[in-house]
């Protein structure tokens, strides 16, 4: 691997703010990575001029030398828009575009041209609208790309993000893992198994401790129902399939808290001495999550074969266009991407 890690940010939803962040991260420069921008050359020289940057964009093929990374230049691998994009108007027409981006920076890290990737935010709907049945987002994307049957989707502020375990009561250290990742409320229960909770949580043990150098994670586990069920008074998923889970997995050695009722695991008596938790289903966990940094936080796929990381917001079409989107979860998904692909995980 390169003294910096080469990392592939796929620029997202052309109608969004991703296109811009990119730019502005380069115009600011990454001095621990160098990033190359899959996308539009023409898209992303129109985005810079709208918004005020001076770019220097230079198309290379996956595998070309890279040129020494400095402030104000974006090496480009370049995909064409399948049709002109303006800021904030979706148009189903490039939802290919955006699905080859991912396919170019997968294709890069799994055979050595690149050592992660970094995600910068899409639009599940004009997506689906196109045509592309069942795509449920970048996590199961790649997952299906890689052959693979589970990842986890793992969020965490930018003061959680590294080896050290989290200081809870600092103010916003959290790391927040989901058994369910998009799907809709009335799917959720049929969606958690013991067989699937049980490879979830061996996949998020593991690379927490290989990403975070925790050498014996302790995860806290969310119950699926108010007050975790309520001893089976408000649902039995909780008796039937979760605290079985769990208790295949304390056998392993695996330690793990819980189910506990998701209303008072977020607080800091439960939270001391835990290195992450698992809730489970995307509404449970997240909004704690991002009240406690949103902005400022990374979204992490575990269980891959590559680094990935990306963005914790989405499209923001009503900023598109305008230069007032804040660069800063970029910039932390950058920063870890290139921390995990410098502790030997890229390809």
Known sequence: MASAPVLALTTGEPAGIGPELAV??????????????????ALLA????????????????????????????????????????????????NAAYVLETLD?????????RADGMVTA?????????????????HTEYLRDACGLDEVVMLLATDSALHASRPDWRGGGALRVALATTHLPLREVSDAITGPRLVRLLRILDADLRRWFGIAAPRIAV???????????????????????????????????DGPLPADTLF???HLEGVDAVLAMYHDQGLPVLKYAGF????????????VRTSVDHGTALDLAGRGVADPGSLRVAVALAAEMASRGGGS
């Open 267 to 269: 607080t800091p008596r």
């Open 46 to 93: 129109e985005r810079a001029a709208r918004i005020g940057r001076d770019i220097e964009l230079v198309e290379l093929a996956p595998g070309d030398p890279m040129p020494a990374p400095r402030p104000g230049l974006l090496p480009v691998w370049p995909v064409a828009l399948r049709v002109p994009a303006t800021p904030g108007v979706l148009d189903p027409a």
């Open 222 to 256: 969310c119950g699926l129902n108010p007050h975790a069920g309520e001893g089976g008074h408000l649902g039995r998923e909780e008796l039937d399939v979760i605290i079985p889970a769990l208790e295949t997995l304390r056998a392993e050695g695996i330690a793990l």
């Open 24 to 41: 502005m991260l380069a115009a600011e420069g990454v001095p621990a990575a160098q990033l190359v921008a899959v996308g539009d050359r």
């Open 121 to 137: 935010p899409l639009h599940k709907g004009v997506i689906l609208d196109a045509g592309h049945v069942g795509f449920s987002g």
């Open 104 to 112: 170019v920076a997968i294709h890069a890290c799994r055979h050595g």
């Open 295 to 306: 902005g400022r936080a990374a979204n992490i796929t575990l269980g891959l074969p590559l």
